[in-house]
């Protein structure tokens, strides 16, 4: 059974960059047609997704976030990351990981979540 | 504003069914059969459902089904029980490798 698990600061300061690691486990990154996804959920809103990552480096973003987005993967660490820059308070959210099935578009293994709040 | 359009709130009572409306376009829904739902908990993270618009992934209840007419998909659940209570999301492949959601619908169960 695949896992996921988000790491990084749950705090960031106005304007700079939120930087966050998914570690999977039970199943190497690299196995089956699978992309390697970013979505966020502001506090008792909706879910918008953020992007996806391939094991190849491929990637693919939400227009709307797509200047200030950046996801990498690190196949060696069963690892992938996102960088958001310029962050306001409008990127306070719930950041989820998600294994991503390729072509067919769902979203069947996800983390926890983590909370990352962008305040002064 | 999100792209896919879902009723705020359903309700119902154990062991009524109810039906969950996810209304896009066809630039979205009504031109890709990759309309997927999901469950999610208060605390939690979402959980997939539905997915290729009317497949259950393995463990997920037969009272869980999908469908799609044009540009909408529906969610319908059987047989309501009390941990059905939940905010369900449909999200839909939108053309251009990207992926958008509904906003959300939340479940009572009376």
């Known amino acids: 059974q695949v896992q996921l698990q988000e790491s990084g600061p749950g705090l960031v300061k106005p304007s700079q960059t939120l930087s966050l690691t998914c570690t999977v486990s039970?199943?190497?990154?690299?196995?089956?047609?699978?992309?390697w996804s970013w979505i966020r959920q502001p506090a008792g809103k909706g879910l918008e997704w953020i992007g996806r990552?391939?094991?190849?480096?491929?990637?693919d973003y939400n227009p709307s976030l797509k200047s200030r987005v950046t996801m990498t993967i690190a196949t060696s660490k069963n690892q992938f990351s996102l960088r958001l820059n310029s962050v306001t308070a409008a990127d306070t959210a719930i950041y989820f990981c998600?294994?991503?099935?390729?072509?067919?578009?769902?979203?069947?293994?996800w983390g926890p979540g983590m909370l990352v709040t962008v305040s002064s | 504003q999100s792209a896919l359009t879902q009723p705020a709130s359903v309700s119902g009572s154990p062991g009524q069914s109810i039906t969950i409306s996810c209304t896009g376009t066809?630039?979205?829904?009504?031109?890709?059969?990759?309309v997927s739902w999901y469950q999610q908990h208060p605390g939690k993270a979402p959980k997939l459902m539905i997915f290729?618009?009317?497949k259950r992934p393995s463990g997920v209840s037969n009272r869980f089904s999908g469908s799609k007419s044009g540009n909408t998909a529906s969610l319908t659940i059987s047989g309501l029980q009390a941990d059905d209570e939940a905010e369900y999301y449909c999200?839909?492949?939108?053309?251009?490798?990207?992926?958008?959601f509904g906003g959300g619908t939340t479940l009572t169960v009376l």
């Open positions: 290729e618009v009317i």
């Open positions: 039970g199943d190497p990154i690299t196995s089956g047609n699978y992309y």
């Open positions: 066809n630039t979205n829904v009504g031109s890709y059969n990759f």
């Open positions: 999200s839909s492949y939108a053309g251009g490798s990207t992926l958008v």
């Open positions: 990552v391939y094991t190849t480096g491929n990637t």
């Open positions: 998600a294994r991503l099935k390729s072509y067919y578009y769902y979203l069947d293994f």
